[in-house]
């Protein structure tokens, strides 16, 4: 298998936009999905396939993909926001990995 | 609304075993491939095992060695893992999950998301 990379932490102020990066050279011909988890809940799936938005997600949630990085941004960064994000995506075999995770802390 | 309801966590010594249950309901349960993914006490996530929807074929993570074993029975709308030769690292949240998506597609996901069982593996 293997790992997609992403920052332990981003820090941003409300208002203003966090992006969160996963890279791996996979993501070059897999799609990207991206979740949240907020501390004692399971993870929720806020982008789907790179670029698409599930129902009831946020507009301010959007995805975007370049080579092997994909991206998150968070537009217009609320408190409630505030979370740890996971990227995810599968290997041609199969094997579904995640990122490490990187927690969104909201000044 | 598509419901999963994981149950069968608990205490268990290293080298014991332990089956996980996940009830699954407000969907055609045998449309869908389902998993199991971990996350360990301040950790990340990872995907245990996913399992298709006739069960005809399985994944598992390379971490395991042949310990888990998932299945599921489409008649009760429930999916399963059997864990034996417990370890201390195994201690996790263990979630039941939908999947979506396929591999010809550019890959799989998970839509839903029940809310996790607690294993305690310890002396």
């Known amino acids: 298998s293997y790992e997609l990379t992403q920052p332990p932490s981003v820090s941003v102020s409300p208002g203003q936009t966090a992006r969160i990066t996963c890279s791996a050279d996979?993501?070059?011909?897999?799609?990207a999905y991206w979740y949240q988890q907020k501390p004692g809940q399971a993870p929720v799936l806020v982008i789907y396939?790179?670029?698409e938005r599930p129902s009831g997600i946020p507009e301010r949630f959007s995805g975007s993909s370049s080579g092997t990085t994909v991206t998150l941004t968070i537009s217009g960064v609320q408190a409630e926001d505030e979370a740890d994000y996971y990227c995810?995506?599968?290997?041609?075999?199969?094997?579904?990995?995640f990122g490490g995770g990187t927690k969104v802390t909201v000044l | 609304q598509v419901q999963l309801v994981e149950s069968g966590g608990g205490l268990v010594k290293p080298g014991g075993s332990l089956r996980l249950s996940c009830a699954a309901s407000?969907?055609?349960?045998?449309?869908?491939?389902m998993s199991w993914i971990r996350q360990a006490p301040g950790k990340g996530l990872e995907c245990v095992s996913y399992?298709?929807?006739?069960?005809?074929?399985?994944n598992y993570a390379d971490s395991l060695k042949g310990r888990f074993t998932i299945s599921r029975d489409n008649a009760k709308n429930s999916l399963y893992l059997q864990m034996n030769s417990l370890r201390a690292e195994d201690t996790a949240v263990y979630y039941c999950?939908?999947?979506?998506?396929?591999?010809?597609?550019?890959?799989?996901?998970?839509?839903?998301w029940g809310q996790g069982t607690l294993v305690t593996v310890s002396s």
């Open positions: 399992i298709t929807s006739s069960s005809s074929y399985t």
């Open positions: 407000g969907f055609t349960f045998s449309d869908y491939y």
């Open positions: 996979a993501l070059a011909k897999q799609y």
């Open positions: 995810q995506s599968a290997d041609s075999s199969g094997t579904l990995v």
């Open positions: 999950a939908r999947l979506l998506g396929s591999i010809s597609a550019g890959g799989y996901y998970f839509d839903y």
């Open positions: 396939k790179d670029t």
